[in-house]
């Protein structure tokens, strides 16, 4: 059987993750909830879960999303905060 | 306007639409762009010669049976007249050539893999086409944008490739497009990466060469060892994804009597959407490797087999040169305004490194992408490729001109290449003619010729299969 992306955690272990036509859907069963991330938001999710360098991940954000990589670094940042506010991503060093 | 309702000034500058070719002892009569064949006796041959002979421009044939009326009718209509070679462009998809590099050294390659062209394209340059290429869509109210990757093999770059699928992606969905992203690989890469490759790509073509010992002959990899475990790992890999997965065989004199197994293996591990079958295309590399392309005629034969067996199983059976519409236009992307885009900013509308077109004396190039990201297209070079096809003297007489229009125009019909049919006309020959019986109803006349060589050679050999080149009297008269 052919199914989507049903992928391991990225952060919190209990995070799944699909590849959809448009974006990315996140999915935390504990919580029965899920988060659509449009681009560039999906943009910034795959490159962290495949662990670019942080260097390569913000030029490659300031192409794709085309912006400035200051910009792409701001971005990154404040997907990372969100994400890690409501409990997407763990934080460092933190159980999962 | 002539009998079948055609601007006759247009109809007489078309290429020819009516032939006749020997299928055992019958004739397959066939006017591809009219979608019409029949297969004949000599009887019913002789009597459609002399009418439509005669009287080319009668509205019907009246001295004929009424069914021999109803396909005399149908055979004589002209073709439409092509659309004009000065239409707006319309690429058929944007390619990226990320890198000519590549992780393993396959033995009949011809990419360029080995030159001096492996530096990889700037994320940024693949950027600029693809922001220029939705913008075009948009304008042009083209709802698809296809995006296609080829190499080298295109993940050794992987920064650039996945740079430009999320930009595709990105802008797919800015501009309101539906996207389509294609990938020709060697599945030599580790098999995490396969979810990457399964989740964005919507179609993935895999070349896989059958079973082991021939595809690491074929294929080996760089340290010497073979890529077939990483190869056949990543097919399996991506049959459990969403991709429409393709698999590529390329076919030798070593693995030309595995087909028919080759295909049911495929089919039962990996269930691809297709198998394409391809035959090597032999050079200076593969001959010092003891690499041959398969005599033509077994290659058909066995291919046949291959082709049951994978529509058996519900798989799309390839062979590029029989698919598709009798639209006059071959199935290579040149003259289909495909717009390429290498490393180096030339944009092209063929995948093959630059040397190999100069050295058959064709520029194929048809513009060019700057490091400001400013592109610029050469409509004279597109419509010169538009036309291409229209100038091949060995197809003038063929009756797969309609379909094939002479395959690829680097290999197989370049300007002054012989006008004698090579192997890979003959298979094609033969293989059109096998499906025009097999869209018949006939599959038993087919199989009879391909088990006849003489009969095969009969049709595949024949230098004319234009109606009007028929003999006075092509078969003996009935006592």
């Given at each position: 059987m052919k199914t989507a992306g049903n992928h391991g955690p990225p952060g919190a272990a209990h995070i799944f993750w699909l590849v959809e036509r448009q974006g990315i859907v996140l999915l935390d069963p504990r919580r029965n909830r899920q988060l659509h991330l449009a681009y560039p938001e999906a943009a910034v999710w795959d490159l962290l879960i495949r662990r670019w360098p942080a260097a390569t991940m913000r030029a490659m954000l300031a192409v794709i999303a085309g912006i400035g990589e200051d910009e792409a670094g701001r971005l990154i940042a404040a997907c990372l905060d969100r994400w890690r506010t409501e409990g997407w991503l763990k934080e460092p060093g933190a159980a999962s | 306007m002539n009998a079948?309702?055609?601007?006759?000034?247009?109809?007489?500058?078309?290429?020819?639409?009516?032939?006749?070719?020997?299928?055992?002892?019958?004739f397959l009569v066939c006017n591809p762009p009219a979608g019409v064949a029949s297969l004949v006796n000599g009887p019913a041959l002789r009597r459609l010669r002399r009418a439509i002979g005669q009287a080319p421009s009668a509205p019907s044939?009246?001295?004929?049976s009424d069914d021999l009326r109803q396909l005399a009718d149908l055979l004589a209509r002209k073709p439409e007249a092509p659309p004009a070679a000065t239409e707006p462009l319309h690429p058929l998809f944007l390619g990226l050539l990320p890198t000519r590099s590549c992780n393993i050294r396959c033995t009949y390659c011809d990419f360029g893999a080995d030159g001096p062209q492996a530096a990889a394209m700037s994320p940024a340059l693949a950027s600029a086409a693809l922001t220029w290429y939705a913008r075009f869509l948009e304008d042009a109210g083209h709802g698809r944008m296809e995006v296609h990757f080829f190499g080298g093999e295109p993940f050794v770059a992987r920064e650039v490739v996945e740079t430009a699928v999320h930009r595709s992606r990105l802008l797919a969905e800015r501009h309101g497009l539906t996207l389509h992203l294609e990938v020709s690989t060697n599945g030599v890469f580790e098999p995490e990466y396969a979810q990457f490759v399964g989740d964005y790509f919507q179609a993935v073509v895999l070349s896989l060469d059958g079973f082991q010992e021939v595809h690491d002959r074929h294929r080996p990899a760089r340290a010497g060892r073979g890529s077939f475990v990483q190869a056949r790992q990543t097919a399996a890999l991506l049959a459990r994804t969403p991709t429409e997965l393709c698999l590529r065989c390329c076919v030798s004199t070593l693995n030309v009597h595995q087909l028919e197994e080759i295909a049911l293996w495929f089919c039962k591990k990996f269930q691809p959407s297709a198998i394409n079958f391809e035959p090597?295309?032999?050079n200076a590399r593969t001959l010092a490797a003891?690499?041959?392309p398969p005599d033509p005629y077994l290659f058909v034969r066995q291919y046949a087999r291959a082709h049951a067996q994978t529509l058996r199983h519900g798989v799309r059976p390839v062979y590029a040169a029989t698919e598709g519409d009798p639209s006059g236009t071959s199935f290579c992307p040149v003259g289909k305004d495909a717009l390429i885009v290498s490393a180096d900013g030339r944009i092209s509308s063929c995948y093959l490194p630059q040397a190999a077109w100069l050295e058959r004396g064709l520029d194929l190039d048809v513009g060019r992408l700057d490091a400001q990201g400013h592109l610029r297209i050469d409509m004279d070079a597109i419509v010169r490729l538009r036309r291409l096809p229209e100038d091949k003297p060995r197809c003038a007489r063929c009756f797969c001109q309609w379909v094939c229009s002479g395959g690829c125009h680097v290999h197989h019909t370049y300007p002054g290449s012989p006008l004698t049919y090579e192997p890979f006309c003959i298979q094609t020959r033969l293989l059109s003619a096998c499906r025009l019986l097999e869209e018949m109803g006939l599959g038993?006349?087919?199989?009879?010729?391909?088990?006849?060589?003489q009969a095969m050679e009969a049709l595949a050999q024949r230098p004319s299969d234009l109606f009007e080149d028929l003999p006075e009297h092509p078969l003996?008269?009935?006592p």
């Open positions: - | 079948a309702g055609v601007d006759s000034t247009a109809a007489d500058k078309a290429r020819p639409s009516l032939f006749a070719l020997p299928v055992n002892d019958a044939f009246p001295a004929l090597l295309t032999g003891g690499l041959l038993a006349v087919a199989e009879a010729l391909l088990n006849d060589r003996p008269e009935a």
